[in-house]
T-cell receptor
Framework: GQNIDQPTEMTATEGAIVQINCTYQ??????LFWYQQHAGEAPTFLSY????GLEEKGRFSSFLSRSKGYSYLLLKELQMKDSASYLC??????????????FGIGTKLQVIP | DADVTQTPRNRITKTGKRIMLECSQT?????MYWYRQDPGLGLRLIYY???????NKGEISDGYSVSRQAQAKFSLSLESAIPNQTALYFC???????????FGPGTRLTVL
């Protein structure tokens, strides 16, 4: 099976840097995703990592260590609009033609002035 | 702008009623998905379709059925709604060979 752990809530200050961690246990691994979801809205794609290392995209970066079953999302220069839930999702083995994607429950980030 | 739309956005119904949630997309994607989201739980896959003739069960398909009427349309039905199907339902699309899923705005369903 697949299991994903991420903190339930975090608080950070506007202008600061925050790191949201995600650990996973999966049967096979074929990539890790981060999505942003504002309250009551649809998730929107932030990043995809399939190889170890850091992927940078503007203020957001995502890191993956496959050997440790670990990823983090780094948000720099925090803005109030970054207050949202951040969903970690892992794609596992191919089963019946589909590589199952398991979503974590999400980390609710509150940015304060 | 290309989009994924869902109707209705909100629905309140009673136990035992048949409900259909509809999803349409103008992105030209071949892959479409239905998820539900519950407080304290991650998004869970109900059904997915890789093209019009391809329908597959996800991890929680019991009590649900789907229809892929066209490449752009994917409907989710609850044949006889029950209260534990109260949830936020999302449709999503993805292009073959791409990683990003595009989610619709969601349908908030309440079963009394």
């Amino acid at each position: 099976g697949q299991n994903i752990d991420q903190p339930t809530e975090m608080t950070a200050t506007e202008g600061a840097i925050v790191q949201i961690n995600c650990t996973y246990q999966t049967s096979g691994f074929n990539g890790l995703f981060w999505y942003q979801q504002h309250a009551g809205e649809a998730p929107t794609f932030l990043s995809y990592n399939v190889l170890d290392g850091l992927e940078e995209k503007g203020r957001f970066s995502s890191f993956l260590s496959r050997s440790k079953g670990y990823s983090y999302l780094l948000l720099k220069e925090l803005q109030m609009k970054d207050s949202a839930s951040y969903l970690c999702a892992v794609r596992g083995d191919n089963s019946g033609g589909y590589q199952k994607v398991t979503f974590g429950i999400g980390t609710k980030l509150q940015v304060i002035p | 702008d290309a989009d994924v739309t869902q109707t209705p956005r909100n629905r309140i119904t009673k136990t035992g009623k048949r409900i259909m949630l509809e999803c349409s997309q103008t992105k030209g994607h071949d892959r479409m998905y239905w998820y539900r989201q519950d407080p304290g739980l991650g998004l869970r896959l109900i059904y997915y379709s890789f093209d019009v003739k391809d329908i597959n069960k996800g991890e929680i398909s019991d009590g649900y059925s789907v229809s892929r009427q066209a490449q752009a349309k994917f409907s989710l039905s609850l044949e006889s709604a029950i209260p534990n199907q109260t949830a936020l339902y999302f449709c999503a699309t993805r292009a073959s060979g791409e990683e990003e899923q595009f989610f619709g705005p969601g349908t908030r369903l309440t079963v009394l």
